[in-house]
């Protein structure tokens, strides 16, 4: 049974400082590129970071460059968002994917994340 279960959300004050964690299960982590994505009420699902197999390559949204960064565990079969210096504009419920090729997608239940003082 495949399982993706995200943890680390909450409350948190501008310039603040939140890691998510994406625990994964019944598939080959490793051989998965996963991502981050996330949704704010009203507005569509954005990618926000993904991460390919073995964490050579990562893409970011332009608007978390620099601030947020995307890490992976193989050996753990954890995937890791550290986010520095959060914005009101990042409160979202964040989401983690984890796909190989076109056919073979899962995703994690959500995440809150609020950014406010």
């Known amino acids: 049974q495949v399982q993706l279960v995200e943890s680390g959300g909450g409350l948190v004050q501008p310039g603040g400082s939140l890691r998510l964690s994406c625990a994964a299960s019944g598939f080959s982590f490793s051989t998965y590129a996963m991502s981050w994505y996330r949704q704010a009420p009203g507005k569509e699902r954005e990618l926000v970071a993904t991460?390919?197999?073995?964490?050579?390559?990562?893409i970011y949204l332009d608007s978390v460059k620099g601030r947020f960064t995307i890490s992976r565990d193989n050996s753990k079969n954890t995937m890791y968002l550290q986010m520095n210096n959060l914005k009101p504009e990042d409160t979202a419920v964040y989401y983690c994917?984890?796909?190989?090729?076109?056919?073979?997608?899962?995703w994690g239940q959500g995440t809150q994340v609020t950014v406010s003082s």
């Open positions: 991460i390919f197999r073995f964490g050579s390559s990562t």
């Open positions: 994917k984890a796909q190989f090729g076109s056919s073979q997608l899962y």
